[in-house]
């Protein structure tokens, strides 16, 4: 083999070692900043789903309190409807003993 192609051979070999070390390093940058995107996807999704969370138990007691309220009411009707109808009651008594 003659210089200019053992050379040649060898700029070849350098460029090709330096290529793939190129994309090796490209390829490890892609790597981490994939993890990077995942370790922070991971804090998000975690942070969103504690707002939930919270968001879940405050309409769970606003729910609770609205029934309570609800149920509250109903008690209040229902004993203004006993009242009324036992004194409607009375009522037709006195005016039948008439």
């Known amino acids: 083999m003659d210089t200019i192609n053992l050379i040649e051979l060898m700029i070849g070999l350098t460029a090709l070692v330096s290529f793939?070390?190129?994309i090796s390093q490209l390829e490890a940058k892609v790597y981490r900043t994939i993890h990077s995107l995942e370790d922070k996807l991971h804090v998000k999704l975690n942070h969103l789903d504690n707002k939930l969370a919270i968001h879940v138990a405050d309409y769970?007691?606003?729910?609770e309190l609205q029934?309570?309220?609800i149920h509250g009411l109903n008690?209040?009707?229902d004993h203004k409807f006993d009242r009324?109808?036992?004194e409607i009651k009375?009522?037709?008594k006195t005016h039948e003993g008439e």
């Open 84 to 86: 009324c109808w036992s």
């Open 60 to 63: 769970s007691a606003k729910k």
């Open 90 to 92: 009375e009522i037709k």
């Open 67 to 69: 029934d309570y309220q």
């Open 20 to 22: 793939i070390y190129r």
């Open 75 to 77: 008690e209040k009707v």
